[in-house]
């Protein structure tokens, strides 16, 4: 075949077109927002990732929803505000942590609570850190930081016999974690008594305003009293008492 009837073959190019584009072509319909795949599929998302926060705001340490719980309680600490706010919300957190080890060790399952010890000592000594470097630092944060270094201190003993049964890293975990109160409860009680303060009588007050110290604390301060009914772990972390 010649060129000459390659091009005769070829189809004739399509005309250009001229002229403005018709309206119709910006005015197109679009479905409403609510009727779009990408939104529902995000609302349906959104719907059960609540679900599973909601789920997991009282679940104790041998739920597989554990994590959940830490990570959303680890998140509301970051809108708690001020470095004693989020001091105070660690140590609500961490009071909540003593609770479930002795939920875990009445229900006989302490050994698979192990992830409650360490994340005790975690927040324990994160208040401790944000506590120390806040200009003057609080007193009120250092009686609730002494407060809460007893209650684990009472925690751990009323452990006692079931903590010598656990696996070497459970109680490397739980040296840790004692290191840790012994720290706290050592600089807190010095500033305590710097500022004029009995740590005893701290006790007793804090405990009379908040059963929930009571009920943690009062096994190591007999004079301090047992409240008559049980009280839940706290489950509010980003508010302050």
């Given amino acids: 075949m010649t060129p000459d009837n390659v091009a005769a073959a070829a189809p004739p190019p ?8 018709p309206v119709e072509a910006y005015n197109k319909k679009r479905a409403p927002l609510f009727l779009r795949p990408g939104f529902l599929t995000a609302v349906a998302a959104a ?15 041998d739920s597989g929803l554990y994590n959940v719980r830490i990570g959303s309680e680890n998140i509301a600490i970051n809108f708690a505000g001020s470095d004693e706010n989020q001091a105070r919300a660690h140590l609500n957190i961490a009071a909540s942590r003593l609770y479930e080890l002795r939920e875990m060790q009445q229900r006989g399952k302490l050994p698979q609570a192990q992830e409650a010890v360490v994340n005790y ?3 324990l000594s994160s208040a401790e850190l944000l506590w120390q470097r806040m200009s003057p630092p609080a007193l009120q944060t250092a009686e609730l930081l ?9 925690t751990f003993d009323a452990l006692d016999g079931a903590l010598t049964t656990l696996p070497a890293p459970y109680m490397h975990d739980v040296t840790q974690a004692l290191g840790a ?4 409860t050592g600089r807190t009680e010095r500033a305590l008594v710097a500022a004029g303060r009995d740590p005893a009588a701290v006790l007793t007050s804090l405990a009379a305003e908040d059963t929930t110290l009571a009920g943690l604390i009062s096994s190591a301060v007999p004079t301090l009293p047992v409240p008559t009914e049980p009280t839940d772990p706290p489950t509010s972390t980003g508010n302050t008492p």
Avoid: D, N
């Fill in 181 to 184: 109160i012994g720290r706290v």
């Fill in 47 to 61: 719907l059960i990732l609540a679900f599973v926060w909601w789920s997991s705001r009282s679940v104790l340490p």
């Fill in 146 to 154: 002494y407060a809460t270094s007893l209650a684990g201190q009472a």
């Fill in 14 to 21: 399509r005309p250009r077109l001229s002229g403005p584009v």
């Fill in 121 to 123: 000592e975690h927040h």
